[in-house]
């Protein structure tokens, strides 16, 4: 059976540009990140350069542009990923290769993109059902895909609902785009696992079989045999089970029947409601409300302005008896000494704006149930003092876009991501880092413990739990703290808190609505202020507060 | 004359506390015009910008037709009827007056420049505002101490000197406002907010050219005023 792979929404390639693929199977949803594939042939002399592409704005505002740096030896055809988010799918943007010795090697008009809501991803080799997946034409779509198109970054998936497994030939996934699925998985993902026919081959390879709760292997008579791990979730008859697990905030649904075929009776009760649901969103949207209202002049500038001031008023009463018996001479040289001052005050203006400009950012890290890692996301905004140039750098992993199109550029490496602009910007960015604090808590909610790695402090943090909450001291390292009944208080009981009241009343409000948060009892709130998560903003470093949401534990 | 002047205004206590109580004045509305953070400058901000510069041209030009009137008196400044008196010719008298009030003009939008530039320079606007902005305070402050000398020979009863003092400043700040458009640009806090909010200079500077005109026209004023004076019998 042939491989359902997508036909390239190729375009004409001129230039250095071989091949271009956009979205999945050309199908892509306005505003979310979307995979781009290039093949880029370089020239004689080799090429070190950068492809970009210019989304277009749907208002005719600026373009924004992803850019990613392209590296070939000569002659070469190399294929290069780049995430980009569009808001125009009969115009999405240009793409342009650039070489560093050569110039514009090519520019060329992005195909027109099929606009779907949600996407249903199928590795399969034979068409799925897409009645069961409750797809149309207009907001879902099932896109049959070839492995070796699976986008290397987990954030690519934004607009898939739901990744189906059935046929997956390993040699052609390579280690980022298995680590991708596995972490879009943690971070909110879903995924359904089924044999082909009687063939498991794509279930106990290293991309799918890490996720699965059952491991899965064909019996005798080609029967398939299902061992479901320990807290899996086992429902259905025998030949039409299925088991269900979370992993970190996805599902992973694996069926002991082929999907392409009919629904074996008893199945039919088994529909996965959460596999139904839209995408989960990047980030959510009320994030942005959180964001501090202003990045105003740094104190000690404020302070230092003020003294400089008062200083020169002292100044001027000693220069003013000067002038008053130094006849014109005098005069002169006050008019000298005031234009001399002038020119310190441009001076002192232009390091006030350097040290007043920057980002403002609501950073959250939701460490994820039952995994080492943590989903941080960030809403940032940068204060740009008008018409000054900007480089944000962020480390490598985070994806980062503006909220709306707006004239930014943003270079991915592997090792950072550049923000380039010169005027304001909100973006957002998302990332999976390591998890760096954990707690557990008695069952009475006396004691609780709670460690944070490197000796990170946690400061003014809080335990949550049925919308009363606890505070608790700053933590660095290990600690075992008693609570105190009196203690605890209602959420809407606390004083207005710094850094960031606001995204900490929003963190309170998301525990006790989010589904799955909500279905952990206890939780750990507290600021830090993790170097891991630090940027910089042309070449000075700055760490931003982070609120850190753990689950916690039960302690014995 | 003009150094005489000068030196009164810039060297005696009473004048150096007039420059540090206006130099404070500057600075508070400089703090005042701080915009929440540097990449937000809007309109609200752009009129706390226009504030300062406003404060500054109205400080400049009654601190300058204070001196030259006696509403301030300086210690050591000789005022017209002095001069009247003294052998001076008429025109040196008048262009002594006129420079002396032009100068201390001229003196006080230059110290308080770093201020202002400081201000400017935050918001990141362009320079050129604080210098026209500069210029236009400079030539209402030189008009102002024209016709304030001029007053100062003119009417001998300080209340009633004061009371026209006063209603002159009103005519220049508040009356020209009320002049249908384009004649109220002649307002100088009308032409301020023409520079803070973009506009060309050109048009601020025909107004502080018509200002300058003024105190041409204040100075020969001055040198009429003392023609007349010695013409009368008893005098000199």
Known sequence: MALLAPAPSGVAAPGGIVAVTVGFDGRARTGAWTPVWVDVKAPAHGLEGTLTVEAASPAGGPATRYAVPVRAGPDAVVRVFLPAVFHNARAPGVLTLDDAAAGRLARVALPRLRPVDEIVLALSRAPLDGARWRVDAQRAAVVYLSAEHLPPVWQAYEAVRVVVVRDLDERRVDEAQRRALHQWVLAGGRLVAMPSGDDVRALSGPTVRPLLPAVVRVGPRGAIVMRAEAGAQVDGPPGARVVRARRGRGHVVLWEWDGSGPTPAGAAGTADEAMLQPPVPAVPPDLEGTLPAHRPLPVPVQVGTAVLVLAYVAAVRRLSRFAAGGGALGLATAFGMALLAAAGAVALAGAARRAASGPVASVVVEHLRGTEHARVLAVVRTVAAPGGRYVLRLGAGVLVRPTTPTGVTVVTRPDSVDVVGTDSARLVATALGPARVRGALDRAYTRAVIETADGLRLERAWIHTAGRVHPLPTVAGRAVLALDAARWATRDRLARTEPNHALLAWAFSLLESDAILKAHPAWLLGWMRDSAFSVRWNGRVEVPWQLVLVPLGVAD | ?236
Request: charged share 10%; hydrophobic share 55%; proline share 5%.
């Open chain 2, 1 to 236: 004359m003009t150094r005489g002047d000068l030196r009164a205004r810039l060297g005696s206590s009473r004048g150096r506390a007039v420059q540090t109580l206006y130099l404070l004045l500057c600075s508070v509305f400089l703090f005042l015009s701080l915009p929440p953070e540097v990449g937000r400058v809007e309109r609200r901000d752009a009129h706390l910008l226009l504030a300062l510069l406003a404060a500054q041209l109205v400080a400049v030009t009654y601190l300058t037709s204070a001196f030259a009137s006696g509403e301030v008196a300086a210690d050591g400044e000789k005022g017209l009827p002095d001069l009247v008196l003294s052998a001076f010719p008429a025109r040196t008298i008048a262009a002594g007056k006129a420079l002396s009030g032009a100068l201390y003009a001229i003196y006080l939008v230059l110290i308080a420049s770093p201020v202002v530039v400081l201000a400017v320079a935050l918001r990141g606007a362009s320079l050129a505002i604080a210098a026209w902005a500069g210029v236009l305070a400079a030539a209402v402050g030189a008009a102002a101490g024209a016709w304030g000398a001029w007053l100062s020979g003119r009417i001998a009863s300080e209340f009633t000197r004061s009371l026209v003092h006063w209603t002159l400043l009103g005519t220049v700040f508040v009356g020209t406002a009320l002049l249908p458009p384009p004649w109220s640009m002649i307002n100088p806090i009308r032409a301020l907010d023409w520079l803070v909010g973009g506009g060309a200079p050109a048009g601020p500077l025909g107004v502080a050219a018509c200002y300058a005109a003024l105190a041409g026209v204040g100075a020969l004023a001055i040198g009429a005023h003392v023609r007349a004076a010695r013409a009368e019998p008893g005098a000199g």
